[in-house]
């Protein structure tokens, strides 16, 4: 059974850091992307960013540019995302996805309907 598991949210001050954490298993996942959404109450879930296998090829989000930093450790199955100068907006429910992209050149998947596999959310919480 594939599982996605997503950690290390939690409250913190505006300015600060924390660094979420995203283990899969069940499968192997060479050749999957993986990416990091959030979902603020009452809106639409939005992507964050994307790494595919290799690490190679990341993406990120306007919002969080310069200050978010993907990274994956495929001999350890997990995959990460440093939050660094965080702000008021960026409090929502943090979600780390995977989808199979063959390991061909990497197109960065950026709608949630693209990813097959989804972990269960933590949340980050950002006071101002």
């Known amino acids: 059974q594939v599982q996605l598991v997503d950690t290390g949210g939690g409250l913190v001050q505006a300015g600060g850091s924390l660094r979420l954490s995203c283990a899969a298993s069940?499968?192997?996942?060479?050749?999957?992307?993986m990416g990091w959404f959030r979902q603020a109450p009452g809106k639409e879930r939005e992507f964050v960013s994307v790494?595919?296998?290799?690490?190679?090829?990341?993406h990120y989000a306007d919002s969080v540019k310069g200050r978010f930093t993907i990274s994956r450790d495929n001999a350890k199955n997990t995959m990460y995302l440093q939050m660094n100068s965080l702000r008021p907006e960026d409090t929502a429910v943090y979600y780390c996805?995977?989808?199979?992209?063959?390991?061909?050149?990497?197109?960065?998947?950026?709608?949630?309907?693209?990813?097959?596999?989804w972990g269960q959310g933590t949340q980050v919480t950002v006071s101002s």
């Open positions: 996805a995977a989808h199979w992209y063959g390991c061909a050149y990497y197109i960065p998947a950026t709608e949630p309907a693209q990813y097959e596999y």
């Open positions: 069940g499968r192997t996942f060479s050749c999957y992307a």
């Open positions: 790494i595919n296998w290799s690490g190679g090829s990341l």
